[in-house]
Structure formats: C-alpha cells, structure tokens
C-alpha cells in the first residue's frame, strides 16, 4: 500500500480483552517448514492494561538443532533428553515455561524451532528482543484506508497523516518526538481515497503528500509547507481504479516520482515528477487487478525495481527500473489466491531482495530473489485473518527485517521475527482498533527503535505500538 492511513469509533468492545506485546520476544531460531498454509498459533502474551483512547479533539499522548550439546530453549528433547534451565518439553522442542503455551509454530525451511519471548523492561535494548509497549489509539477520521509518517513541520520529531476514504480527506497530526500527537487537522482530496506516498515531489527540501482518489481517477498533490501545514497544488489524472501508490526518486532528478496501482484497467501508471510537478501518467500494463506496489532493488544493480501484487491473478509482477525513470515489461511469478500487499527486501541474509506476499487465503508467502532480475517459488509460511498490508522491518534490532502483517479480519497486527536466514518465529499478536488495513513504520519517539501504526478502517483510528526497552 505504500504509506497508509486510518480512521475510529466505538473500538473497545474489542480491545477489552487486548493482549499487549510489553514483553520482550527473544527470536531464537525460527522452524521454518514448506507446508503452512495453516493458520499460526500465537504465543501466549502477559494480559495488557486496558489500551489507551484518544479522542478526536485531544492533543494525544500516547533450533531444533541435531548438534545442540546440552537441551536449552529452542534444541530437540524427547524420551531420554531432558529440558534444562526450567525450560518445558513442548512438541519435541524445548521452550521457555515461563513466557509460552502451547505448541510453538514452525515456518520456513531451516528445520530450527522458535523459542519464547524474554521479559522486557530493563531499560536496554538487545539485539533478538521484541519489546513493543502498549497500543494506543488515536482518532484520525471516516474510514482511513491509508497511514504514513513523516516529518512535516521541521522539527525533529515525526507526524502522521492518513486519507479518509468515506470522508474524502487526509488527516495530519504532528508529533511532539515522545510517541504522542496533537490535534487533528484535515484537507480535502479525491473521491474515495485509498492510497498516500510521501516525497519530495517539487524539489523544494520539504515533505509532501500525494493522495490517490479511486472515484475520479486522480492524485491529489498537497504541497508541505514545512510548517506543519500542506497547501493544494493540483490534481493529475491516473488510469482507472487506482489503489496503490508509492514515491521514490526514480529518474535521479532530485525530486521523488510516483507509481500507481489502476486496479481496473489492469496497469500501473509511472508520473515522473517535473516543473508541472508531474508529466503525464505513462501507463505499463501488468496482470490483472493490482492492487498494491512494493519498492526493491532485485536485480543488485542500484536502480529500485517494482513489485506488483495482482489481486485477480494470483501474481506478483516483476518490473525491472533502469534508474532513469523507466521499466522493463511486467514479468508475472504464480502466488496464492488473491495478494492483497507486497513487501520487498533481503529476509534470508543473502544480500539479494526478496517478496513478500499476504493473500485473501491468510496465507503470508515468500518468493526469494535471485539477484538477476527473476524470483523463485512461492513458499507459503504463516497466516494470518483476512491480511491486508505487510511491511518488512527490523523491529528487535539484530540486523535482519521481521514481517509484521495487518490482519483485519481479527484486528490484530501480526509481528513474525526472522532468524536472518528468512526462517520466522510464529507470529505475535497485537490488539488494534477494527479491521487494520494499512501498516507503517517509524520511529516516533526518537529512540532509535522501530515503532507500527495501523489504519483502522473500521473504528475510525490509528493504532500506534511504540517499540521499548
């Protein structure tokens, strides 16, 4: 989805049983097996104090391992080898009693099994450690479809914005640097918005947004004014449908171009940013229904690359960036039913992209790169309710990107750590506002520490869980 944004109401019938992650997750080795397409069990997570609201007119606070000498978490046990160090025997694998239940879940293909969360709150982060606090919800308008940070006003301290699809605004609310945002201002933008991207779309060194309209067909540029305040500067028109969109510089220009998903004429469409700010949409077709665009350099030779997830395909498309502005033909890689999202990035350590997939199915796929333009089989590996977004990053900082995936159908996020090898630990929940569509990342609290928000179609809100020690 690129950036996202998000909207609330009356949440917390849901959240009231909410499973907060203020724990720390030890990432262990993940098992990563071919088959699952089952759903994952979650890891069984200390019980939150009740989350956070925050109303529309506040300023808001906010491994299995053959050769494992001794049996400790995460090595094989069984008749005759016995768990040490007050670990449990649970489905032949040794795992932390304290901090699990169940069986642990498996994924991927390393034959290494996932070991449970540490305790968190010892005011130092540790590479391997997941310590995500408490969610808190933030209102931000009618049905938010997308979510995005970014810094807006000049100051060190990142904002939020999200497009409203049922109110047909974008929300802004600047951050003050400690995880807490002020009031809520909008703008009017295109006809049932469903996308944002962020860039520097005019050369002028501050952040603007672009917001695409799926009822007119447009993108709406809103100008930073690098006050905290965007000016309307003009709409340009896209091909039919358009869902997805994200920004980069890809004609090496000095301003940030746009690439869009037209879920309906089955293209994306490529606005190189000019003195207009954008020339005409150029239009590439791809398979049909695209719904969402990833960034990633495939090929290694440091030009971005698209990845296109097609909806009605059941494909990833492949295009191949020349660093100039222009793509190669769509090149189309078989997926399960229905992708929804695509994330790209190196996952199994081997310096090459990777996709990322989450599909109508629940299945949450990987395809390895190659590193010479191509992808390999799609390997489902997790799962997740009705999945909508997916991002990559490394949230228990040991160097390699997680997968985190908004699962809307049980409103949760679900955060898989990978073992750098692109074997993931099962997934942990985190409660969120209804129906999450959108996930980003940043770090919102200057901390140094990744930290998500999801866009909350379904109670109007966002969901921020900032990340801690």
Not at 123 to 128: F, L, N
Not at 196 to 217: E, K, S
Request: charged letters at 15%; proline letters at 5%.
């Amino acid at each position: 989805m690129g950036h996202t944004m998000v909207r609330a109401r009356s949440i917390f019938l849901a959240l009231s049983s909410a499973v907060s992650l203020a724990a720390c997750s030890d990432a262990g080795s993940a098992n990563d097996e071919a088959t699952g397409t089952g759903t994952s069990t979650t890891t069984a997570m200390t019980s939150a104090p009740p989350t956070t609201t925050i109303d529309p007119g506040d300023s808001g606070s906010t491994s299995a391992n053959p050769g494992c000498p001794v049996a400790v978490v995460g090595c094989p046990c069984g008749p005759g080898i016995e768990c040490v160090d007050g670990a449990d025997c649970v489905a032949g694998t040794c795992t932390a009693a304290s901090t699990t239940s169940g069986d642990p879940t498996t994924s991927g293909d390393s034959g290494e099994t996932t070991a449970g969360p540490a305790a968190c709150g010892n005011g130092i982060a540790e590479p391997g450690e997941l310590c995500l606090g408490q969610p808190a919800i933030l209102m931000m308008g009618t049905a938010p479809a997308d979510v995005g940070v970014g810094n807006f006003d000049g100051d060190p301290a990142l904002d939020l914005v999200t497009v409203n699809r049922d109110s047909d605004e974008l929300a802004l609310r600047l951050g003050d640097g400690t995880g807490a945002f002020g009031v809520r201002t909008t703008y009017t933008v295109g006809a049932q918005p469903q996308g944002l991207a962020i860039g520097d779309f005019d050369g002028d060194g501050h952040n603007d947004v672009a917001a695409v309209g799926t009822g007119p067909g447009i993108v709406t540029w809103l100008r930073g004014a690098s006050n905290g305040s965007f000016i309307a500067s003009g709409d340009f028109a896209t091909g039919v449908g358009p869902r997805g969109i994200v920004s980069s510089d890809f004609s090496a220009n000095g301003r940030d171009d746009l690439v869009v998903a037209n879920a309906t004429d089955n293209t994306i469409g490529i606005l190189l940013a000019t003195d207009v700010p954008f020339a005409a949409m150029v239009a590439l077709a791809v398979g049909t229904g695209p719904r969402a665009i990833a960034l990633a350099d495939v090929t290694d030779d440091g030009a971005l690359d698209l990845l296109v997830a097609n909806s009605d395909a059941d494909s990833v498309g492949l295009l191949l960036g020349n660093g100039s502005g222009q793509f190669g033909a769509a090149v189309s890689f078989p997926v399960g039913d229905e992708p929804r999202a695509v994330a790209g990035g190196d996952v199994n350590g081997d310096g090459l992209a990777d996709a990322i997939t989450v599909e109508g199915s629940g299945a949450i796929t990987r395809l390895l790169g190659s590193g010479v333009g191509s992808l390999g089989a799609a390997l489902p590996f997790a799962n997740a309710s009705s999945p909508s977004d997916v991002v990559l990053v490394d949230l228990d900082i040991d160097g390699d990107l997680d997968v985190v995936v908004a699962s809307t159908g049980d409103a949760t996020l679900r955060v898989l750590l990978n073992n750098g090898r692109g074997a993931f630990a099962e997934a942990q929940q985190v409660i969120t506002g209804l129906s999450p569509v959108a996930v980003t990342t940043g770090d919102l609290n200057d901390d140094g520490l990744a930290d998500l928000v999801s866009a909350d179609q379904g109670s109007n809100t966002v969901t921020i869980v900032v990340s801690g020690a």
